[in-house]
């Protein structure tokens, strides 16, 4: 049963728009949400994280947003550019990451931005 | 370069031959996680290490596979008797192990087993 789920596949959007990336997850002792960016043959790069306390974290183009009655987070790019396109991973951890030790990753979600 | 570190970075062998990969992890990082990824999925959690412990190990993490962190700096993964099903990313990541703090992974190890 996956606990961290990225429901879209994939998602296209036209550079300079916003593109939103959804997640959603079932364990409610989650308290610590982060996403990542992962190129062909790479490794996942760190973007942005947002603790339970927090209904948002903002850093430059990145913004994450938190619904934790709806265990729903979405990460919003604006404006979105050819070189945000990349599968983006959401991941789940509990304790805020402090005594548990593994992230629960989502499946991804492949995001094309068209010049 | 002060980033986790993985090598190789592409192995191809034989079903049935052992092959072992090495992470460097980011220089005063005192935990080490391995995951895996295959085509179409999230990295899966296979074990971490908090220094030279190995505190958690995944089902995934089956007994042909062993990890071993043995001064608490680099880590080895290795898998025995290699099976096709064993072909895969495999990342390294590492962090501070404090509550709020990030992982970072590596750029990853790709094993091909034909």
């Not at chain 1, 990145?62 to 938190?66: A, E, G, I, P, S």
């Not at chain 1, 509990?94 to 010049?115: A, C, E, H, R």
């Not at chain 2, 995951?35 to 959690?45: K, N, W």
């Given at each position: 049963?996956q ?9 296209s959007?036209?550079?300079?728009r ?9 364990n ?16 996942p790069t ?15 183009r ?5 619904n ?24 789940a951890s ?22 | 370069?002060?980033g ?6 592409h ?23 391995w ?11 296979l074990?971490?290490f ?38 895969a990313m495999?990342?390294?990541a ?5 509550s ?15």
């Open positions: 049963d606990q961290v789920k990225q429901n879209s596949p994939s998602l959007v036209q550079e300079g916003i593109s939103i990336l959804n997640c959603d997850y079932t409610s002792m989650f308290d610590y949400f982060l996403w990542y960016k992962k190129y062909p043959a790479e490794g760190f973007l942005i994280s947002i603790s339970s306390i927090k209904d948002k974290n903002e850093d430059g990145f913004t994450v947003f938190l934790k009655s709806a265990k729903h987070l979405s990460l919003h790019i604006v404006p979105s550019q050819p070189g945000d396109s990349a599968v983006y991973f959401c991941a509990t304790d805020y990451g402090g005594s548990q030790g593994n992230l629960i990753f989502g499946k991804g979600t492949k995001l094309s931005v068209k010049p | 370069d002060t986790v570190s993985q090598d190789p970075r192995k191809i062998t034989k079903r049935g031959q052992n092959v072992t990969f090495r992470c460097d992890p980011i220089s005063e990082h005192n935990r080490l996680y995951y895996r990824q295959t085509l179409g999925q999230g990295p899966e959690f074990t971490y908090q220094n030279e412990a190995q505190l958690e190990k995944s089902r995934l993490l089956s007994d042909r596979f062993s990890a071993e962190r043995p001064k608490g700096s680099f880590s080895t993964l290795e898998i025995q008797r290699t099976e096709q099903g064993d072909s495999y990342l390294c590492s962090s501070f192990g404090i709020g703090n990030t992982i970072y992974f590596g750029e990853g190890s790709w094993l091909t087993v034909v």
